[in-house]
């Protein structure tokens, strides 16, 4: 179904009390819609959010019973509760009392349509628009905020979120993600209580290594996969965010998202306006995954760059041989690589510093020029030998970065971040700093880092972005004294408007957005970037739970997930290459290791895997994700799949996450299958001595999902090669 936007004209004809001069404004999706009362003179009101509306229950919505709340509640009158919006006006009043002003709906050059609720302040020449919109065939809305002060002096900001939900209290459940450095996208569900409960990031310059600017809420109690009425926002920001949900004596559990306004105060200037980012609002009846389908998609179409595009399988050097780079080096990885059937090469730290040569973490950044000790033949040889071999090349830069042992800090101490009167706080390595992007002069700096690579060397193909350092000083040596509260928003301004700059000129560079692993997993930053690290942990079963968790947001696409060596560099542990292979296969598939150091069989089965993938590539990164069965229900195996949205082919994940003997696991039932259609069972990426009992067989996609497959506990395979781990790909070929 095509979505629509309406604005039907009075209440009186659908119903409403006479009283009311109201005006419905109606932003539904296909699946879903978002109901308010924009009456002229009056405050905006949210009627509803959720399910799509009939015609029939639109006309009765009024008569359901349930109280109309502010769809954006400003501060300041009845100031009990808590506000969206709190400014202090250029005379000193706090508080803030708008009234709507006009409706108007336009469809955006991008196809999608944006309906905009006008407001002003009653007394106050201060204008507050609140905004939302939808794209044809998505179930997602994305609302935010933009206020201009028309006043004679300055407005404070003092709080600006992107969005306000109010949630029917109730047994809501709120899924979350924390986590860690190495222990990214961990998955915590825990019920509404009352009380506040406050999800934050103040790193300054990366924003999802701990908590994440997503949420899901689920309304029927305890989450479920594939069922349940569940909300999902996303807050599209790559700063400081603050997430809060405050269930009061009301009936109701009320969201917020956006900035975090704290030590953020906005001074706006006569005359100039603020846009907050968006929040990303979508709602499904099909539990967690339902929502992951629809941020996925809308994502995948509409906010990542490229989304429609097959990344490629690629190998980083970082693991393999760290800040050990030299040319006969990199030749050799190259090599190998291809010769697995890879596609890019992506050359990591240590490749670059002329005067100080970096060797390790603590000089170089800022000086992108090659180190030719290491490097004698420069980049373009890398780039031809990559050629050579079939394949394309990739470089690392930490382009917002620089270390006190640089030249560009020795010709620059101006450009980085650090409070007046001290010295600056230093990060990685004991010297990294951070270049304060709020500085047009540093924006130009950053954007010639990448222009200048990739205008020099037009065959790289890759680059790996990362950001190693938060924000550690409150201090600009470039903002002024008195709006020196704005450094960690126009940090990110900055930030956007640099990349704008990349993207224009450089649309076909993929770009990794990687931050000390997965600290820049949020759509606030997509835009520019093909794809996020997700952890610089790559033990494959930490990768299950970490996976697990950020796939509630992101799709596979967009989510690094490698081969790594064994035992494992972080957790130390070993695990076959056959269940290491499986896991990074059910996201973007690249290798992390030094191919020299593994064995012809590794090798053989990194080939068949890669070689796998390639077949089911456009599965795993355009398909719908059926998340089976949890790594955190603790049952012993976890499970996923990977559908077409034409649901004639599928690709079906069981990873077993401990083993026992005689232990006594589910059998995973499938999901999103057509019940009606036949599909041909076929093993990717085996090593067993015989085939599985069901393969090349048959099933009809109803009994895949009511009663799945009996998958064997362990694999067939000679004596000495027997392991603890033990996992399946599946891929189910409709038969026609
Ligand atoms: C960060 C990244 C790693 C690697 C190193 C290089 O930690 O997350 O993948 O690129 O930097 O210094």
């Known amino acids: 179904m095509k979505q629509s936007l309406l604005i039907l004209g009075s209440m ?32 905006l009101k949210i009627l509803h959010y959720g399910d799509r509306l009939s015609a029939t229950d639109l006309n009765s919505l009024s008569e359901a019973g349930a109280s109309w709340r502010d769809a954006y509640p400003v501060y300041g009158i009845l100031p009990q509760g808590e506000a969206a919006m709190s400014v202090t006006h250029a005379d000193g009043n706090m508080t803030t009392d708008v009234e709507v002003t006009g409706v108007e709906t336009k469809n955006d050059t991008d196809g999608s349509t944006v309906t905009t609720i006008s407001m002003r302040d009653k007394v106050y020449p201060f204008d507050l628009n609140v905004n939302y919109r939808t794209y044809p065939g998505e179930d997602v809305i994305e609302t935010w905020v933009d206020v201009k002060n028309n006043e004679k002096g300055t407005v404070k900001l003092n709080r600006f979120m992107s969005g306000y939900l109010p949630v029917r209290y109730g047994n809501v459940w709120l899924s979350q993600l924390y986590g860690s450095w190495a222990n990214e996208g961990r998955v915590s569900e825990t019920p509404l209580t009352h009380g506040v409960r406050m999800i934050k990031n103040k790193d300054g310059a990366r924003n999802s290594h701990t908590s994440h600017g997503e949420i899901m809420l689920s309304l029927d109690g305890k989450p479920q996969e594939n069922t349940g009425r569940t909300i999902g926002a996303a807050l599209c920001y790559s700063g400081n965010y603050k997430l809060f949900i405050d269930t009061d004596d009301s009936n109701y559990h009320h969201f917020f998202a956006g900035i975090n306004e704290e030590n953020s105060a906005y001074n706006l200037k006569k005359g100039e306006s603020f846009v907050t980012p968006p929040l990303a609002l979508t709602y499904s009846d099909e539990g967690l995954s339902g929502v992951s389908r629809n941020f996925h998609r809308w994502g995948r179409n509409h906010r990542l760059h490229d989304g429609n595009k097959e990344r490629k399988i690629l190998l980083n050097s970082w693991e393999g041989v760290y800040f050990d780079i030299d040319e006969p080096t990199m030749a050799g990885m190259m090599e190998d690589i291809a010769s697995m059937g890879g596609e890019l090469f992506v050359m990591d730290d240590g490749w670059f510093g002329d005067k100080y040569p970096r060797d390790n973490d603590s000089t170089s950044l800022g000086d992108w020029v090659v180190d030719t000790d290491k490097l004698p033949n420069g980049i373009q040889s890398l780039i031809d030998t990559a050629e050579k071999n079939g394949i394309k090349f990739g470089i690392w830069i930490e382009p917002e970065m620089t270390n006190t042992v640089s030249e560009l800090y020795e010709k620059h101490p101006e450009y980085i971040i650090k409070a007046p009167k001290r010295p600056a706080t230093q990060g990685r390595g004991g010297t990294q700093l951070v270049l304060d992007l709020a500085n047009p002069k540093v924006q130009d700096i950053v954007f010639q880092v990448v222009d200048t690579l990739t205008t020099k060397y037009p065959g790289i193909d890759y680059i790996k972005w990362d950001a190693n350092a938060p924000i550690m000083d409150h201090g600009s040596q470039y903002l002024t004294a008195d709006n020196q509260s704005h450094l960690y928003i126009d940090y990110h301004k900055g930030l956007e408007k640099t990349l704008d700059r990349i993207r224009a000129a450089h649309p076909n560079v993929t770009i990794q957005a990687c931050a000390s692993g997965g600290g820049r997993a949020n759509w606030g930053i997509l835009p520019w970037f093909d794809e996020f690290w997700t952890s610089d942990n790559n033990d494959a079963l930490q990768r299950i739970y970490m996976q697990w968790g950020t796939s509630y947001f992101f799709p596979a696409i967009a989510m690094g997930s490698h081969i790594s060596a064994s035992p494992n560099h972080q957790t130390f542990r070993r695990i076959p290459v056959k269940f290491r292979a499986d896991v990074a296969m059910s996201g973007r598939l690249g290798l992390e290791l030094q191919p020299k150091n593994m064995t012809d069989e590794e090798k053989g089965i990194v080939k068949q895997a890669i070689s796998d993938y390639k077949a089911i590539r456009p599965i795993v990164q355009f398909g719908d994700i059926y998340r089976l069965v949890s790594p955190y229900d603790g049952k012993g195996v976890a499970s996923l799949m990977y559908v077409t949205p034409e649901k004639d082919d599928a690709v079906f994940y069981w990873w ?81």
Do not use: C
Request: proline share 5%; net charge neutral.
């Open 12 to 43: 009186l004809t659908l119903g409403f009390p006479a009283t009311i001069n109201a005006e419905i404004v109606n932003v539904s999706t296909p699946n879903t819609s978002l109901i308010l009362n924009a009456e002229k003179g009056g405050s």
């Open 656 to 736: 077993k996450t401990e083993t026992f003997m005689n232990q006594q696991l589910p059998r995973v039932v499938m999901a999103g299958l057509n019940p009606d259609k036949t599909y041909k069972v076929t093993e990717l990426n085996r090593i067993d001595n015989e085939p599985l009992s069901f393969e090349g067989k048959t099933f009809t996609g109803k009994y895949l999902m009511s009663n799945g497959l009996e998958i064997p506990l362990t694999h067939k395979v000679d004596y000495h090669k027997n392991s603890d781990y033990s996992s399946r790909v599946l891929r189910l070929t409709e038969v026609k």
